[in-house]
């Protein structure tokens, strides 16, 4: 029965680092330079003024 537990945990840990991985790249790519920021804000401001 203890390599069941050992098997879960293993399974468990390699979701999780999983899900880090993801999480990591997903923020790398969502990550915006300060001028990309800027210019978004003020297209929005524009919009809402229109």
């Given at each position: 029965?203890?390599?069941?537990?050992a098997?879960?945990?293993?399974g468990?840990?390699?979701?999780?680092?999983?899900?880090?991985?993801?999480?990591?790249?997903?923020?790398?790519?969502?990550?915006?330079?300060?001028?990309?920021?800027?210019?978004?804000?003020?297209?929005?401001?524009?919009?809402?003024?229109g």
């Open positions: 029965m203890r390599w069941w537990k098997l879960g945990i293993a468990f840990v390699g979701v999780a680092a999983t899900g880090a991985v993801i999480a990591r790249s997903e923020r790398k790519r969502r990550a915006y330079t300060p001028d990309e920021i800027r210019t978004k804000l003020h297209e929005r401001v524009a919009e809402r003024d």
